[in-house]
């Protein structure tokens, strides 16, 4: 059912750090290396080599300017979204088939392919952006949070994280239970201010980000092209002889 | 919203036969005979012709029954079933005009009311998503049902009833413009909201994550109308009201009149569901430095 579980037992998701992150892309890449070569129909490309380029991706990087309201000191931060495995998912309650489902075990919002009958509804009640339309599959696309990686014994025990946070070569990106206060991900959360994107839209994220530590505040303004107008006052010797000789022409 | 063309003929032409059923299943007009057949024939004509439209869009409609199964949560599972019900409920009704002269009231009254569901559930597809703010308002439902009773009144022929629903579709599509215009801002989602970081400056987008289109700016980040959106809405309301109640006031009992108000209504109306779509914005644009 469509229905969202009361509760689940645990709340797997993903913390990224926005201080950390680098903006690589490394995860993107990782992430649909990975989702199209296992489970589920592949992150389709549709004229990949052409002028119109257009595939389905799980993850992206966005990059944005933060400008503090005293104009200086402005940062770059790099912002990497996927689906936020939300406890109120609005993505979930909308599906007509019972494709979509969030997990009672673990929390993982998932999409049945054989139930999907494309109708786009679950990607329109998604804030986020978390779910494209795989062009030629007809199916929607999500993050699964690797669930064929996490839980997967074939696989050496350090690489049963999702393959966005075994890739990252910041270490930016952090997977573990954020229903257990315990885990290292909800410690992290707790000691960073750890965020929800959008909160206004009620969908309670599991996922969550590390706001930018504050940064060194310079003690003067720094030299810009405004500050540096060139002047001549203080100056003597030979260079104070030559002003004042030039100004007097 | 991408104004997708099935999907706006989709809600206009089930809605205008579902509304037409609703007239004719409360038996405010009783046709029988031929004129039964006609009249019930171009209700389910329109609805099913809507219904099929609405499949135009799917990634895979031949699994579109599995649609039938999620109506404790679905919006659109309950459109798929109530419209089915409605659509069974009222035949034994059209059978009876059609076959015997004989109305069938309870059948029609459930089948009525059934369609009345449906357009509403219809409009809950687009009035529960709360990452649409100009939808997620009650001007959406309002419109929808008003919307389809008015096309349905003048299918019917009933003149007086027109005109007075063309009176509140007006004044109806009004408020969602204007009202809606405002939905967003009143949300309070900004760039800011977006990615957390309104609280350390103003946040700009600097780069954005891929060079190219990709799905969610096709679907979710149409920016085309908003150049004639005003021209349009002006054209809109006097092709879905206007001219339709100077038609049905010159000559109220001309089957001309009434099939060319039905017509001038029905591009009206197509008109106004494309700016319904194309108008509508949705907050993930924010995340590429768009509304």
């Known amino acids: ?249 | 919203m991408h104004p997708a063309p099935s999907i706006i003929a989709f809600t206009t032409l089930s809605g205008l036969g579902l509304g037409l059923l609703v007239f004719l299943g409360l038996g405010l007009v009783t046709p029988t005979g031929l004129a039964a057949v006609l009249w019930f024939g171009l209700g389910y004509a329109l609805t099913l012709a809507g219904l099929a439209f609405s499949t135009f869009h799917l990634g895979h409609p031949e699994r579109a029954l599995k649609a039938f199964s999620q109506w404790r949560s679905s919006w659109l599972s309950r459109e798929a079933v109530l419209a089915a019900a409605a659509l069974l409920v009222i035949a034994p009704h059209a059978a009876g005009l059609v076959f015997w002269q004989t109305p069938l009231p309870g059948f029609g009254l459930i089948g009525g009311i059934l369609c009345l569901l449906t357009i509403l559930a219809t409009a809950m597809i687009y009035a529960q998503l709360r990452t649409v703010p100009r939808w997620n308002h009650w001007t959406t439902p309002a419109l929808f049902l008003l919307s389809g009773l008015t096309g349905g009144a003048i299918l019917a022929g009933l003149s007086l009833i027109a005109q007075l629903l063309l009176a509140w579709l007006a004044v109806i599509l009004a408020l969602h413009w204007l009202l809606g215009d405002k939905q967003f801002a009143l949300r309070g989602s900004t760039l800011g909201t977006a990615t957390g970081l309104g609280g350390r400056g103003t946040v700009r987008q600097l780069e954005p994550p891929h060079s190219g289109q990709n799905y969610l700016l096709r679907e979710m980040v149409y920016v085309v109308a908003r150049k004639h959106a005003l021209k349009l809405r002006i054209l809109a309301l006097i092709g879905a009201c206007v001219l339709p109640s100077i038609l049905l006031w010159i000559a109220p009992f001309s089957i001309l009149s009434l099939i060319a108000a039905a017509l001038i209504h029905l591009a009206g109306m197509l008109a106004s569901r494309w700016l319904f779509f194309a108008e509508a914005e949705h907050v993930v644009g924010l995340y590429y430095g768009q509304r």
């Open chain 1, 1 to 249: 059912m469509t229905t969202l579980p009361q509760s689940t037992e645990r709340k797997l998701g993903l913390v990224i750090d926005l201080d950390t992150c680098v903006g690589c892309h490394a995860c993107v890449v990782s992430c649909k290396g990975w989702n199209t070569e296992n489970y589920g129909a592949p992150l389709s490309d549709v004229d990949p080599y052409g002028a119109d380029p257009v595939g389905t991706f799980l993850n992206r990087v966005h990059s944005y300017e933060v400008t503090p309201d005293d104009g200086v000191n402005a940062f770059t931060v790099h912002m990497p979204k996927s689906c936020l495995h939300c406890d109120d998912a609005p993505c979930v309650t909308v599906c007509p088939t019972g494709a979509s489902f969030k997990r009672a075990e673990d929390g993982i919002v998932l999409v049945n392919e054989q139930d999907c009958i494309g109708c786009g509804l679950c990607a329109w009640a998604c804030p986020y952006g978390a779910r494209e339309m795989d062009a030629l599959a007809g199916v929607m696309k999500k993050c699964t949070l690797c669930v064929d990686r996490i839980y997967n014994e074939n696989l050496p025990e350090e690489d049963r994280v999702p393959s966005c946070v075994r890739t990252c070569p910041a270490g930016a990106r952090h997977f573990g239970d954020l229903g257990d206060e315990t885990s290292a991900v909800s410690q992290l959360v707790a000691d960073r201010g750890g965020m929800d994107l959008m909160p206004e839209q009620g969908t309670k994220p599991v996922n969550k980000y590390l706001p930018p530590r504050l940064r060194d505040a310079l003690p003067a303004a720094p030299v810009t092209a405004k500050t540096a107008e060139p002047g001549t006052e203080g100056l003597d010797g030979f260079l104070g002889w030559i002003d004042r000789t030039l100004t007097r022409f």
